[in-house]
C-alpha cells in the first residue's frame, strides 16, 4: 500500500499546470494501492490571487480531490502561499486542513511538512497577512499600512523591523512574492540542509516549498517539487511504499538519481 505526496500546484496563476494536476488526480481514482493522498500545501496561491476567486475558479480541480477520499485518506497540509487555510478548520469543510502531519507505515514514520519551516524569511503572521494581500475587502486598509511603512517615523515601521532581521519591510515582502525559484536561489541550499538536520532516528522526511524535487543520499528526506512550469523539472511527486519514497514525474520517468543538498552548490 503507498502514500503520494504531492505540492506547489499554485494554482491560479498563470504558470500553474492546473490540466496536468487534474489528469493526476483522476488517474488516482484508479490506483487501488495508494491509501493516502498528502497535499503538501501552495495547492492555490493566495498571495497573488484573491483567496475566494481561485478556490471558486478551481473549483473542479477541488471536486476531484473531495471524491478522492471515497477511495482514500486525503489531507491539506497548508504551505506558505495558502496559509490561511488553516483558519477554515472546524467549519465543516469537506478537506481535512493541517499545519503539518505523521503517518506510520512499514515500520517507519512519515514526517510531512510544506517546508517554510526551514525558510527563515517566512513568519506565520507574516505568511497569513499576504493570503488576504489580494482581497478588495482590505485595498483601503493595505493602501495605509504602507504608506505608513514608508516613514521613518512609523511606529508600525520600527516595530516590524525588530521583527525581520534583514532589510526593509518592503524589500522583503517583495522577496517573498517571487517565485521560489528565484528567491530561493541564493539559500536553497541552507533550507535542504535545515530540513535534513531535523530528521530523527526512525523518519522519512516528505516536504515541498522550494520548487526543488530530490531525494537525499540516505532515503531519508525527499521534495515533492513543484507543478509550476517555470522550474527546471516540474509535475513531480512523492511516493511513499516498503519505507522507501521515490520520486515521479507526471507522465514521464522517475527521478533515481540521489542528491547531497549538504554538499551540492547549487
Request: aromatic share 8%.
Amino acid at each position: 500500500m503507498a502514500i503520494v505526496a504531492v505540492s506547489d500546484q499554485h494554482l491560479g496563476i498563470e504558470t500553474a499546470d492546473k490540466a496536468s494536476f487534474d489528469r493526476f488526480l483522476d488517474q488516482l481514482q484508479n490506483d487501488s494501492s495508494v491509501t493516502d493522498l498528502v497535499l503538501l500545501g501552495d495547492v492555490v496561491d493566495m498571495w497573488r490571487r484573491d483567496a475566494s476567486g481561485v478556490f471558486l475558479e478551481n473549483k473542479d480541480t477541488f471536486d476531484r480531490v473531495i471524491s478522492l477520499q471515497k477511495k482514500m485518506r486525503v489531507y491539506y497540509i497548508a504551505g506558505n502561499h495558502d496559509f490561511h487555510v488553516l483558519r477554515l478548520q472546524g467549519h465543516g469543510y469537506p478537506v481535512n486542513f493541517l499545519k503539518n502531519l505523521s503517518l506510520q507505515q512499514d515500520g517507519v514514520t512519515y514526517k510531512f511538512l510544506h517546508g517554510w519551516e526551514f525558510d527563515e524569511m517566512q513568519r506565520e503572521h507574516f505568511m497569513e497577512s499576504l493570503c488576504h494581500a489580494m482581497s478588495d475587502e482590505k485595498g483601503s486598509r493595505d493602501n495605509n499600512i504602507w504608506a505608513a511603512l514608508g516613514r521613518d517615523d512609523s511606529d508600525l515601521k520600527r516595530f516590524l523591523s525588530a521583527i525581520f532581521r534583514k532589510g526593509s519591510i518592503r524589500d522583503t515582502t517583495n522577496a517573498l512574492l517571487l517565485d521560489p525559484t528565484i528567491r530561493l536561489k541564493e539559500t536553497l541550499g541552507g533550507v535542504e540542509r535545515k530540513a535534513i538536520a531535523s530528521v530523527q532516528p526512525g523518519e522519512v522526511l516528505v516536504f515541498g516549498h522550494t520548487h526543488r524535487p530530490f531525494i537525499n543520499d540516505l532515503g531519508n528526506v525527499a521534495n515533492t517539487g513543484s507543478w509550476v512550469t517555470t522550474a527546471p523539472i516540474h509535475n513531480t511527486y512523492v511516493r511513499l511504499e516498503g519505507g522507501k519514497p521515490r520520486l515521479l514525474v507526471f507522465e514521464g520517468q522517475e527521478i533515481t538519481e540521489r542528491t547531497d543538498p549538504k554538499k551540492s552548490a547549487l
